[in-house]
């Protein structure tokens, strides 16, 4: 697609529920990035997908974290027994490969925990 | 572990007014980028910078890096309404892999 594309674009959920997050970077794009940002914060790096390399976890908070990539294209975020703290927008980004300059972000998905 | 810092956080100036936002970062860093963010969207590109002494403008807003000292600038020229935004910096470290750290954050309102 011609942007990076995010979906819900809000979620609301009850504390304790598991929660997906899709994200679709542009095509041809084969890094991409999960960033949290929390209300009147900077963001966060959770985790990246550079092709088919082992992602890079290191920012993931807990291990009710977690993320997938099918390939070079679609990911998912999930979190798992949500927690209020986890209420915040979370961002995905992708660029044409791991470190190269134009980074394209998503509109991302606003997360409430209730 | 790299750090960003920016200041202020918070701005506020009266149009036709000028100032510089100031983005520090401390350690090592290919490059340097600037993201301007409206309230409730995501993240618009500015600038990137690539090397050090790179100076790069668009309309009222000049971006530069200076590497050896690891500070990078945000001037903003005679300031208008629409600047009004939350304006973050972010450094690609070296060795990072491409994932960026981000500033908190300048939030800035110009007002008339």
């Known amino acids: 697609g011609a942007g990076v594309s995010q979906s819900p674009s809000n979620k609301v959920t009850e504390k304790g529920k598991d929660v997906e997050l899709r994200c679709d970077p542009i095509?041809?794009?084969?890094?991409l990035y999960w960033y949290r940002q929390r209300l009147g914060q900077g963001l966060e790096f959770l985790i990246y997908f550079q092709g088919n390399s082992a992602p890079d976890k290191s920012g993931l908070p807990s291990d009710r974290f977690s993320a997938e990539r099918t390939g070079e294209s679609v990911s998912t975020l999930t979190i798992q027994r949500t927690q209020q703290e986890d209420s915040a927008v979370y961002l995905c980004?992708?660029?044409?490969?791991?470190?190269?300059?134009?980074?394209?972000f998503g509109s991302g998905t606003r997360l409430t925990v209730v | 572990e790299l750090k960003v810092e920016q200041n202020p956080l918070f701005l506020s100036m009266q149009e036709g007014k000028n100032y510089t936002i100031y983005c520090n970062y401390s350690t090592t860093s290919d490059r340097l980028y600037w993201y301007r963010q409206d309230p409730g969207k995501s993240l618009e590109s500015l600038f990137v910078?690539?090397?050090?002494?790179a100076v790069k403008q668009e309309g009222r807003l000049m971006a530069s890096l200076d590497t050896k000292a690891r500070l990078s600038t945000l001037h903003i020229t005679a300031a208008v309404h629409d600047l009004s935004a939350t304006y973050f910096c972010?450094?690609?470290?070296?060795?990072?892999?491409?994932?960026?750290?981000f500033g908190k954050g300048t939030k800035l309102s110009v007002k008339p």
């Open positions: 910078l690539l090397s050090n002494g």
């Open positions: 972010a450094v690609d470290g070296r060795g990072s892999q491409g994932n960026l750290i």
């Open positions: 980004a992708s660029s044409l490969s791991a470190g190269s300059s134009g980074y394209t």
């Open positions: 095509s041809g794009h084969t890094a």
